[in-house]
């Protein structure tokens, strides 16, 4: 925020992810890291006003936008629409949100100036009556600022709510965007409240760059046209844990987030901060704020992943296993209280006596790994749906282990967005039947299980896919410091207990940033799950790599 300040910003907007607040239908957590009004008071603080974001849906490269996935749950469900379990259960959290942020309007002392009704629901726009009801259900709880819409231009005349200033998001300044906003809305303020600054990576594509000069100078114009800009993202890249969205147009891609925005990922200057603050402090009659001083990275010693278990001897510090005659969707699992299973893995196991052709009808949501008697056999996909199947002798165990890699967080599928195994599969043609699953959610609960599991010495040729633990040893004041795990195939990272977030050898991105405040002075437990190849060694560097580049277009 200091950075912000010192940049010449003035405002600070925010999303708020749902499915955080509310990880459980009726289990709320405003705490900690998820503490909304003490980040909101930490903004006033530092002298900037709050433009907020309160969704439901905020998309956001966010798994499913930020919904629950527990809404997934009813299988009649139709998100962001006036359907009946989506609007009790947008109330529900409302009546829990909208008090926290009711004080902090500008109106009553505080920071927050403006809120957004929902997030580009004109790309969506499912329901003429459901933009009304978001509006009223902010206004009837005490929202007494300025209410908004954000859209692109395709999406403005569908997206708009009465009583709510329309704004635009763009990279590239048109003048039929001005056009646009001027017809639409005569005499009123024009906005950009979504510049994009850089843009967002999938992954196995190349790292996506915006040029300075080009961000420059269109921020430059937009400014001289008398228009208020929105920086998306400031500061912005990295999406922990399994918290990453995806796009599906004709072919599914999960979102690897590193956002080439002003501020890298850990808060360091780039070339487009100094444009924009020498373009911004134009703009001010008084000289900005000196810029901080930046934290100093760290490089340390290499960590050998000296133990390991197996993800088959690990199933037993799962929730469950569950038996069920046909597969059953992640979100519908029997765990977490009944909320189902929203992120990780899911492990189908049933036995086969012959081979042949499996064929998964495209009901294997997102990536498969298939063994027979714990050997791997290949892969099934989205494009991949058929795998071929050894013959062998008597009955074995066909275990699927499925991974979602992140849900649809933009368009028009996300009441598509079921994960694990959506339907039957087949062998042979004949639906297989009788599973015994097991949720491999990869909770912290889970992982504090497997930390007490006994731990073997790994092998130069260990089983995977699987568990490694090793160490690293902090001496002095924690650093932030990227990890990097060449010779490591694809996985999760975790660090005392917390998920860092997803590698994969793919790339674009071959670091994972990791903030000082998750370190200690001291020994530090590393747990990898990999599932196909693994390394012994685990490198923490200074600097991060974002794979090879390419110009937005």
């Known amino acids: 925020m200091l950075k912000m300040k010192a940049g010449g910003l003035n405002t600070l907007t925010t999303y708020v992810p749902w499915n955080l607040h509310e990880p459980e239908r009726g289990v709320f957590n405003f705490k900690d890291q998820l503490d909304l009004e003490a980040y909101i008071n930490q903004a006033a603080e530092v002298g900037l006003w709050v433009i907020l974001r309160p969704g439901p849906y905020i998309c956001s490269e966010w798994d499913l936008g930020g919904l629950p996935s527990w809404l997934l749950r009813d299988k009649d469900m139709r998100l962001r629409t006036t359907y009946e379990g989506f609007t009790e259960a947008v109330d529900a959290y409302f009546d829990k949100l909208i008090p926290i942020v009711v004080p902090l309007q500008f109106k009553k002392g505080g920071p927050i100036i403006a809120l957004q009704v929902e997030n580009e629901y004109g790309s969506y726009a499912m329901d003429k009556e459901y933009m009304p009801y978001i509006k009223e259900a902010l206004l009837s709880r005490g929202i007494d600022e300025l209410l908004m819409t954000s859209d692109n231009k395709e999406g403005f005349k569908q997206g708009g709510v009465n009583g709510a200033l329309g704004t635009i998001n763009l990279q590239k300044l048109k003048h039929q965007h001005i056009k646009h906003l001027a017809t639409a809305q005569p005499h009123k303020p024009k906005m950009v409240m979504e510049y994009w600054t850089g843009w967002f990576d999938s992954w196995g594509d190349l790292h996506h760059i915006f040029p300075p000069e080009d961000m420059a100078n269109v921020v430059t114009e937009i400014l001289r046209k008398d228009m208020s800009i929105n920086l998306y993202m400031f500061h912005g890249g990295t999406n922990f844990g399994f918290m990453n969205g995806a796009l599906e147009f004709n072919i599914y891609k999960a979102d690897v987030i590193n956002y080439d925005a002003p501020l890298s990922e850990a808060g360091d200057y780039t070339v487009k901060y100094l444009l924009l603050r020498d373009i911004f402090s134009r703009y001010h009659s008084e000289r900005l704020p000196d810029m901080p001083t930046l934290s100093r990275k760290a490089a340390y010693e290499n960590s050998i992943m000296y133990q390991h278990v197996s993800m088959w001897e690990a199933l037993q510090y799962t929730e469950g296993p569950f038996k069920s005659e046909s597969p059953v969707n992640m979100e519908n699992l029997p765990v977490n209280n009944d909320n189902g299973q929203s992120y990780g893995y899911t492990l189908y196991e049933t036995q086969i006596n012959r081979g042949g052709v499996l064929h998964s009808q495209n009901n294997v949501r997102d990536r498969a790994l298939v063994f027979v008697d714990q050997q791997f056999i290949g892969i099934l996909k989205y494009k991949t749906v058929e795998l071929a199947v050894p013959d062998g002798k008597g009955v074995r165990k066909l275990s699927v ?16 967005q079921r994960k694990g195994l959506v339907g039957d599969i087949l062998l042979n043609n004949i639906p297989l039947k009788d599973f015994t699953i097991y949720s491999l959610d990869m909770k912290p609960g889970f992982i504090d299980r497997l930390s007490g599991a006994h731990w073997k010495v790994a092998p130069d040729a260990p089983t995977v896919p699987g568990f490694f633990q090793g160490r690293l040893f902090v001496d002095g004041y924690p650093r932030d410091t990227f990890v990097k795990l060449p010779g490591w195939s694809k996985g999760v990272v975790f660090i005392n207990g917390q998920n860092l977030g997803r590698y994969w050898s793919i790339g674009p991105q071959q670091t994972l940033y990791l903030p000082g405040p998750w370190l200690h002075s001291g020994i530090n437990q590393i747990i990898i799950f990999e599932e196909q190849e693994a390394e012994k060694k685990v490198l923490f560097v ?12």
Do not use: F
């Not at 200074?542 to 277009?553: A, H, K, Y």
């Open 401 to 416: 282990l499925v991974e979602n890699c992140g849900r649809v967080n933009y368009g028009k599928v996300l009441d598509q």
């Open 542 to 553: 200074d600097t991060p790599d974002l794979g090879m580049t390419v110009d937005i277009q």
